[in-house]
């Protein structure tokens, strides 16, 4: 039996591993290390990690090759470790994001000073909530520094989820990318039942949707004979047999990754998640997760099932209707600021949907014209920089209980701390798509190419929803500015450390700059230039 | 030239909100004077017959197809000079008023109308569809804050409603932007700049919708019937002046709109719609002053006042033809200096007597002359009283509505009666009839205007009799646009092309 050497392209697959290495070496202080003197080295470590993977990103996507692929078209990148993964441009910009937002979550997870000196997360998760070895917990002041390597496994599952280049992969990185989470998720220092019970939710479902899609490769395999894209790309565009086998594959396989995403109807864990995770891992969760998720869901469809894009695509228009009309209909009755920005963000999944559905092959596009891979990535990027710094602006504003979450405490905001408020509009205009913000950018990106594709209907009744959701958002703002606040019911704002103060500054100012000099950034998504098939 | 024009308002929006409160209201007048003064020498530096000038192009999104491209013609120019003309007008007027606390004060009335004014320069500037609509809403979140933070109680609720309409018609508009872009992509050339718009053919389907995009987001703005409800709502809790510059600046930009994009773009639509649009204007003329009429409340009664108007200034549009599109031009302007009048003198009466419920008010022509007189001034105005500049465009726009259809003409001409009787009327119920003593001896109501008041509004009244005289630069400056417009459209001479147009029996003479 032939047995030939695997081949890695270490230099490419750098970030991943740095990351990856760094989850391991977290671990390392985490055994070796008394449990009193982890912190730092832990926070500085991830930051470390997370830094050096990014500079790295940015090496890797300045040095990528040409690669000519089996249909003549032209990309840049490689595919790498025999197959399954591929280093392309839309990854590569992709892990840029993803590191960018890691940092800022990694930030916020190791922002004491809210609390009076300790983290967000639980003293000791494994005490049960209201005993006496809680209470014991919190008196000496202990804390999780397990969090830090949980979030860099989370975020080397992050990465290696749009970089797949076959199912298995896909589903090994779902996986690393989501257990990690579901932890995060029960670790609140606050409302532990609360925190738990999302946990919970989030693993007993996140466990069905992985199954759905572990089935859906079954079944894709089964009609292909291949687990990679192109494999399947090739079997798809030379019409095998069993062609119902094909449909039911991709049927699973987006239940799982619209799980992900948190569409309509797979959307039901996703205000009880973010509402009930410590605010930190739902500002991080948010954004990478749907960043990642996204970034697998385009490549599944565009590269591996480009050649069914009529089997598809009905159906994404279904989800994308469903997830926008529900996600801004039921945040309107939303009263905790968490479950709203739940609700948006369902509402966003839908918008990028739209995106996903939009105008990609050359045939359909006017010269000049760019494709919906770069609407969808200009609107993730929006997506993520207003989430994280909306989310940590929540973990602000506080009353006696925590963070104080219900809309009646952040009534009058704007006339005691007008910078809060202020910075929280601006989010909330970005995301209603605003002009002069990054949201209206992207939004703007992903209905041009939605339209251009004749998907007009998706297109009106994302306008429709946008004027229900704008309806949302500027009610909260006239709540932080023009409303009074009762008596004894103000939530007050404190004085975060430079940790979270810079992670806000950072996203406003992307969030800002995306929206009025789009240029550097349109550049580099256009740069980026295609997935490699 | 124009990029300064929109720089240096909005630079004094940010060096009065950063720099001391005590500043705040010089800075805002000096900054607003000096954007009054670029405007001026635009409009010196602009050659009558030139079309499009002062242009300036430059990439923003390449990727996208994306100018940012600014440059003015009549249209343009003449609205630029209204916008740069109230905004010192209303800084100086509500002087008192901006010390209101509550909102926060002059500094951030000050700042918010700066940027609105800057927003809105640049609206009228703008060459390029995209960076037009990106001005066109960033115009809303200014508005948005002086009307929820300024003015009467259930203010916030006004302004919610107020936005909610206009962003509505934003998105509406948006999607209308986004199906040009992909038109012109699929006639081979995907851009956004006007000029190149113009010139690309879009199928007859495609094209009536993109026009019913954008007039929805016009009507919205400017308001027409059925979607006015905010105007009256907005106008009554907002101050006097945040209303001046909504109405007389901001809702300008939908009729500006209609002409510059509804027709300038989709010319054979807006003859498909015509019909619809009279119809529509019509019924605003009407509905409007008698809403009007039964006014109690005199902000609101000034704002649905605006509803008639704006139906005759959309009608002129719609009649095609050069006296209408001329009219509509003169009216946009006349009808913000006279408007203007009327609201900044509403203003200084609420600041007397606390009120401006028509039931509660009387006299006060005995105890104020002044006051009463420039009111009287502005009321005249409204309802078009020959000698006064809107005589002048209320005949044109009638005219051209006789041209169109005599049944048109017909209704539109109740309008004028209509204003009499809402003028007039306001006019004897709260300054005519006896003063009661107590108000006599009270010395905050029976204190005619000071210097600064009456300096306030001076130049609006110099204007309305200006103009009513001698309207011929106005016309001068919008004349070649018109002719430009309406040869782009179409229709050569008024009379005889519309009628074979509309398949009327209108005979052009018999008027």
Known sequence: ?533 | MLSVLIAVPLVGAFAVYFLPRELSKVLAIGFSLVTLVIAIVVAFRYKVDGGMQLTETHDWMKQFGVHYALGVDGLGLLMVLLAAVLVPIVLIAEWPALDDPTGGGPKVYAAWALALEAFSLAVFCATDVFLFYVVFEATLIPAYFLVGSFGRPGRGRAALKFLLFQLAGGLILLAAVVGLYVASARAGTPTYLISDLAKIHIDTVTERWLFVGFFTAFAIKAPLFPVHTWLADTTEKATPGTSVLLVCVLDKIGTFGMLRFCLGLFPDASRWATPVVVALALISIVYGALLAIGQDDMLRLIGLTSLSHFGLITLGIFAFSSQGGSGAILYMINHGIGTALLFLTAGYLHRRRGTLSIRELSGQERLTPVLAGLFLVGGLATLGLPGLSTFVSEFLVLLSGFQYHWFVGAIAITAVVLAAIYVLWLYQRTFTGPASPVLEADPVASRDLGVREIAAVVPLVVGLLLFGFVPQPLLNVANPMISDLMSHVGVRDPGPTVAGATGSTNDGGGN
């Open chain 1, 1 to 533: 039996m032939q047995f030939t050497q695997p081949h890695l392209e270490y230099a490419q697959l750098a970030p991943m591993l740095i990351v990856f290495g760094g989850a391991c070496l977290g671990i390392l202080v985490e055994a070796l290390l008394p449990r009193g003197s982890r912190r730092v080295p832990q926070v500085v470590l991830t930051l470390l990690v997370l830094v050096v993977a990014l500079v790295d990103t940015i090496v890797v996507g300045v040095h990528l090759d040409k690669h000519t692929d089996t249909a003549g078209q032209s990309a840049r990148g490689l595919v790498g470790a025999l197959g399954s993964v591929v280093v392309d441009g839309p990854t590569v910009y992709i892990w840029g994001l993803l590191l960018v937002f890691a940092i800022g979550g990694a930030a916020l997870f190791a922002e004491r000073r809210l609390e009076g000196g300790v983290s967000g997360f639980a003293g000791q998760a494994a005490a049960l909530p209201g005993t006496s070895e809680e209470a014991e917990a919190s008196r000496l002041g202990l804390e999780h520094t397990e969090v830090y390597p949980l979030l860099l496994f989370a975020v080397g599952g992050m990465l290696l989820f749009p970089a797949s280049g076959d199912l298995l992969t896909m589903f090994v990185a779902l996986e690393v990318l989501s257990l990690p989470l579901y932890l995060l998720c029960g670790l609140a220092r606050r409302r532990r039942l609360l925190s738990q019970e999302a946990a919970m939710k989030y693993f007993l479902l996140g466990a069905f949707s992985s199954g759905f899609f572990l089935y859906g490769a079954a079944l894709v395999y089964g009609y292909a004979g291949s687990m990679t894209f192109t494999g399947i790309n090739t079997a798809v565009r030379n019409g095998a047999a069993n062609h119902g086998l094909l449909l039911a594959g991709i049927g699973l396989l987006s239940v799982g990754l619209l799980f992900k995403v948190g569409a309509v109807p797979f959307q039901a864990w996703t205000p009880d998640v973010y509402q009930g995770a410590p605010t930190a891992v739902t500002a991080f969760m948010s954004a990478g997760t749907k960043v990642a998720a996204f970034g697998a869901l385009l490549r599944l469809f565009y590269v591996g099932l480009d050649g069914e894009r009529w089997s598809w695509q009905p159906m994404l228009w279904i989800v994308a209707i469903l997830s926008m009309i529900l996600g801004a209909v039921v945040a309107i009755a939303q009263t905790d600021v968490k479950r709203m920005l739940a609700y948006s963000s369902v509402s966003h999944t839908g918008f990028l949907l739209t995106g996903v559905l939009g105008a990609q092959s050359v045939t359909e596009l006017a010269h000049g014209q760019y494709n919906s891979l770069v609407g969808v990535l200009v609107y993730l990027t929006a997506y993520g920089f207003s989430m994280i710094g909306a989310f940590a602006l929540v973990t602000l504003v506080r009353d006696e209980g925590g963070e104080a979450t219900s809309f009646t405490k952040w009534a009058g905001l704007g006339k005691r701390s007008p910078l809060v408020a202020g910075a929280f509009a601006f989010f909330l205009l970005s995301m209603a798509g605003i002009p002069l913000t990054a949201g209206f950018v992207g939004k703007w990106a992903v209905f041009t190419s939605a339209m251009s594709a004749g998907a007009w209907p998706v297109v009106v009744v994302a306008i429709a929803s946008s004027i229900v959701a704008v309806f949302f958002y500027i009610r909260y703002v006239r709540l932080m500015f023009f409303s009074d606040a009762k008596p004894g019911e103000d939530g007050t704002v404190t004085m975060p450390s430079v940790l979270t103060s810079t992670t806000v500054v950072v996203c406003l100012a992307a969030t800002l700059l995306l929206g009025v000099v789009p240029g550097p950034i349109l550049n580099l998504v256009v740069g980026a230039g295609d997935f490699i098939r």
